[in-house]
């Protein structure tokens, strides 16, 4: 079936170092969104890819929709204390509008 | 604050019970999705409900339904349960394609 795998399922980093999480699909995606979630939350909407390449930014976080429209990152910029939660990619699947197929996460851990 | 509500907030349950989960929308949005998110996984899409008619469905057996009402509210029923439907639910409301505001959850356990 159709797949969303993110890889690292964890990283812990010193505050102001950078965080990189992957996001792969077994299918091409319509779009792409993604979440963050902090312990004992909810995820909460960060952003959506539509275009193939596309890249946005908001403030230290960049996230880019791979051409092929199969892959996706987050990186983000000198980490803060306040980053730390689980990061979600979340694809939906072209000819199915309702389907939203969320990765496994990478939760990031910030040493102070 | 995003404006979605669920309850109850946590709920403790046997199996071969039933329960509903309510999940109250704000004004405009048309879209509710369902997800159920087991510890340390992401969340698995159930079903997706546009203006009362579901829009799509994952890989969950027919147990799993849903109601969408006027109101902006829904429901998630959940019939003969099974100890691994022990997870969070989530509902997730949308006023256009993009965007989707979570709600916090509610945390059920099968015994």
């Known amino acids: 079936g159709q797949q969303v795998m993110q890889i690292p399922q964890y990283q812990h980093v010193q505050e102001g170092e950078d965080f990189t999480t992957y996001c792969n699909s077994s299918?091409?995606?319509?779009?792409i969104q993604w979440y963050k979630q902090r312990p004992g939350g909810h995820p909460v909407f960060l952003i959506q890819?539509?275009?193939?390449?596309e890249v946005k930014k908001q403030k230290r976080l960049t996230f880019q929709f791979g051409e092929a429209k199969k892959n996706s990152s987050l990186h983000i910029t000198a980490t803060q204390t306040t980053d730390v939660g689980t990061y979600f990619c979340?694809?939906?699947?072209?000819?199915?509008?309702?389907?939203?197929?969320f990765g496994q996460g990478t939760t990031l851990q910030v040493k102070p | 604050e995003t404006g979605v509500t669920q309850s109850p907030t946590h709920l403790i349950k046997t199996r071969g019970q039933q329960v509903t989960l309510r999940c109250s929308s704000q004004?405009?949005?048309?879209?509710v999705s369902w997800y159920q998110q087991a510890l340390g996984q992401g969340p698995q899409f159930i079903f997706q409900y546009y203006r009362e008619e579901e829009n799509g469905r994952g890989n969950f057996p027919p147990r799993f339904s849903g109601l969408q009402f006027p109101n902006y509210s829904s429901e998630l029923n959940v019939n003969a349960l099974e100890l691994d439907d022990s997870a969070l639910y989530l509902c997730?409301?949308?006023?256009?394609?993009?965007?989707?505001?979570f709600g916090p959850g509610t945390r059920l356990l099968v015994l």
């Open positions: 299918t091409t995606l319509s779009n």
């Open positions: 997730a409301s949308s006023p256009t394609a993009e965007t989707q505001y």
């Open positions: 890819l539509v275009k193939s390449g």
């Open positions: 979340a694809g939906r699947v072209s000819g199915n509008t309702g389907k939203l197929i």
């Open positions: 004004s405009g949005h048309n879209t």
